[in-house]
């Protein structure tokens, strides 16, 4: 079987010499040792002032829409993932769908400023496969309406846009450790700022909006374990090789899907990507569908990142039209890639695909 993913687990080896020191700590979560140092080279890697681990990507977004204090509307992409859009339901926030660019799939921030009401408070997009969102015009449209903005970085690990790690973008970006990411923490996420005043709210909120015996806010339970953070650790220097491996993987890839009438998301320029993903848009949602089944036929298993585009969830009301994301949404498949994937199963995958 090959899924469209496949975690990465370090040499057993690694991850037992961290739970060694665990067992002899006797700290196995609240803050303990692993989680700070784990904070701490996060923090270093991506040149930013403050990065709170998380017990998942999704309170990570939660959490960063209520230290904003965003109660109203929150101008959003229809193509992501569902934690996206529900993390803005359930903080009882309004999301306004903007339509996606044609190129990068992200947010198309041409389109931004006509969805603008005086009810809006926030811009939250998202580096969709790890690929970066305009973010000098959001951030220039954000700066003239005195609105915040939330980057979803969930994808967007490793990459780097015009000599800046991608997750250092934005008033807070937030970050995805599952364990189908490049760099996981089997769950996990993260919240990052370079705001002190935001800090401290992420700080007290992560942990019921305690410190020590005094409580300073509402809170809610996101911290992560010392198990989690030590996977983590594990990880992190294992990140360059796991792109390197991808990137002979796409280059796979490219050569024999080249003489297929397919549609792949653009690079923009300044930057480094991280090969997160590897989707291809067919001509239209039948024919997606007829290589879906004649893949899951040979026991292959792609996935529809990102179905269906979030305007038309069944419990979002009054979703705006979104033709492009719509349209995209339904013809987008995910392929599989991950590190173990051999070349081999790369021309297979590619051979069932054209041959329908």
Not at 183 to 208: C, M
Not at 296 to 308: G, L, S
Not at 320 to 336: D, Q
Request: charged content about 20%; aromatic content about 12%.
């Amino acid at each position: 079987m090959i899924n469209v993913t496949k975690t990465y687990l370090p040499p057993i080896e690694e991850y037992t010499a961290y739970l060694q020191k665990i067992w002899e700590r006797g700290w196995i979560t609240n803050h303990g040792p692993l989680v700070v140092e784990l904070e701490t080279k996060l923090k270093k890697q991506f040149g930013v002032k403050h990065l709170f681990f998380t017990s998942n990507g999704t309170i990570a977004i939660q959490i960063a829409i209520k230290a904003l204090g965003i109660t109203k509307e929150i101008i959003t992409t229809p193509f992501s993932y569902v934690a996206t859009t529900t993390s803005i339901l359930w903080e009882n926030c309004k999301p306004v769908f903007v339509d996606i660019d044609n190129k990068t799939f992200c947010i198309n921030p041409t389109l931004i400023e006509e969805k603008i009401t005086p009810s809006t408070e926030a811009i939250l997009a998202t580096h969709v496969y790890g690929i970066p969102c305009a973010t000098e015009e959001i951030e220039k449209i954000a700066k003239k309406h005195n609105l915040k903005v939330i980057y979803d970085a969930a994808h967007a690990f490793g990459t780097i846009y015009k000599n800046k790690p991608l997750p250092a973008f934005g008033d807070i970006s937030t970050l995805s450790f599952h364990a189908t990411k490049l760099f996981h923490t089997v769950e996990g996420g993260a919240i990052i700022t370079n705001d002190d005043a935001l800090a401290e709210k992420i700080l007290h909120y992560r942990s019921f909006g305690h410190v020590d015996d005094d409580y300073f806010s509402i809170g809610v339970n996101g911290k992560n374990s010392e198990f989690h953070a030590a996977m983590g650790l594990c990880m992190l220097d294992k990140v360059p090789e796991l792109i390197e491996r991808r990137i002979q993987l796409f280059s796979e890839y490219d050569k024999d899907l080249k003489h297929l009438n397919l549609i792949r998301p653009g690079i923009p320029d300044n930057t480094i990507y991280n090969y997160a993903y590897y989707p291809v848009t067919f001509k239209d949602q039948e024919t997606l569908l007829k290589v879906k089944d004649a893949l899951n036929k040979q026991d292959i298993f792609p996935r529809r990142y990102f179905y269906p585009s979030l305007n038309k969830l069944p419990y979002v009301h009054n979703g705006n039209p979104c033709p492009v994301s719509e349209s995209y949404a339904s013809r987008t498949l995910c392929l599989p890639l991950f590190y173990e994937l051999s070349d081999e199963d790369v021309v297979r995958i590619s051979n069932i695909i054209a041959t329908v």
